[in-house]
């Protein structure tokens, strides 16, 4: 048993949907969370320089001693993953792609998935790869999502914000018309929006949550290194984020449901 922390780290605050799945099903693990907000969004950024922020969010969260990485961020999942993986041996390090990835293979009954992304997780191709690996039949359409991450990130989550509304339907349509009965929710973001993009998508479509997802696999890998923590009390909670610090806690607190004020510093990366 290891009673170490997990390191988590998005962009933002889109890893939190991550944190409230872990925080649900197994409350007495420790965790710290960094959101790399001074450098969000990280969708529009070339290959390179998402390596080298995912590399540095790497290196902070392991000098707080964590037992286990969770790349709660599809863009430095579908970019980074190999570098990641290769530099850290002697961790756990998970990303978000493969569990939604087979979640949404699961959960298809046409064999129509689409998925919601950034334009670097778009343009990586990576959902695909993993979808062809699981079931060549499954037909993905993808749709890149440019203004989501930066309207969540400036606490616009209320489904009835007229600019949210109208994106989450601009981009919602073109996996509507490929007959899409299973959508992806590609960026750890996009269910803080969930309620804004479930209007766009209609009542039928089922929304599959890549951070929640990725909690999953995350717990059976500790499990099967024998590393889940030893307690029956809850971990301890740190966040650290590299800009914005009083945004970051109001929409984290708003989303997570309770106060992240007193465990939230602002790092120096």
Same mark, same amino acid.
């Given at each position: 048993m290891d009673d170490r922390p997990i390191g988590?780290?998005?962009?933002? @605050?889109?890893?939190?949907t991550a944190v409230r799945a872990l925080t649900a099903a197994a409350p007495w693990e420790s965790f710290v969370?960094?959101?790399?907000?001074?450098?969000?969004?990280?969708?529009?950024?070339?290959?390179? *320089?998402l390596r080298a922020l995912?590399?540095?969010?790497? !290196?902070? /969260? !392991?000098?707080?001693?964590?037992?286990?990485?969770?790349?709660?961020?599809?863009?430095? #999942?579908?970019?980074?993953?190999?570098?990641?993986?290769?530099?850290?041996?002697?961790?756990?390090?998970?990303?978000?792609?493969?569990?939604?990835?087979?979640?949404?293979?699961?959960?298809?009954?046409?064999g129509r998935v689409g998925l919601l992304a950034t334009a670097a997780t778009v343009a990586s191709g990576a959902y695909e790869r993993a979808i062809r690996r699981l079931d060549p039949g499954v037909q993905v359409t993808a749709s890149a999502c440019p203004k989501l991450v930066p309207l969540v990130e400036a606490g616009r989550t209320d489904p009835d914000d007229t600019e949210l509304a109208a994106a989450a339907e601009e981009y919602a349509a073109p996996l509507l018309a490929a007959g899409a009965d299973t959508v992806i929710l590609g960026c750890t973001h996009y269910p803080i929006i969930r309620a804004a993009? !479930?209007?766009?998508?209609?009542?039928?479509? =089922?929304l599959i949550d890549s951070g929640a997802a990725s909690v999953g696999a995350l717990l059976k890998a500790? %499990?099967? !290194? *024998?590393? @889940? +923590?030893?307690?029956? =009390?809850?971990?301890?909670?740190? &966040?650290?984020?590299?800009?914005?610090? %009083?945004?970051?806690?109001? #929409?984290?607190?708003? &989303?997570?449901?309770?106060?992240?004020?007193?465990? #939230?510093?602002? +790092? *120096? /990366?």
């Open positions: 988590i780290f998005d962009s933002g @605050l889109g890893g939190l969370y960094l959101g790399d907000t001074a450098h969000a969004p990280y969708g529009d950024r070339p290959a390179e *320089q995912s590399r540095q969010n790497v !290196r902070f /969260l !392991r000098s707080r001693g964590v037992k286990a990485l969770l790349v709660a961020c599809n863009t430095s #999942t579908a970019n980074a993953m190999d570098v990641m993986l290769a530099e850290n041996p002697d961790l756990p390090v998970l990303g978000v792609i493969e569990p939604a990835a087979e979640a949404a293979v699961s959960a298809t009954e046409t993009i !479930r209007r766009a998508v209609g009542p039928d479509v =089922t500790l %499990e099967a !290194r *024998q590393a @889940l +923590a030893d307690r029956k =009390t809850p971990g301890s909670r740190r &966040f650290f984020c590299s800009a914005g610090r %009083e945004m970051f806690v109001k #929409t984290g607190s708003a &989303f997570l449901g309770w106060d992240m004020a007193g465990l #939230t510093e602002q +790092a *120096q /990366l």
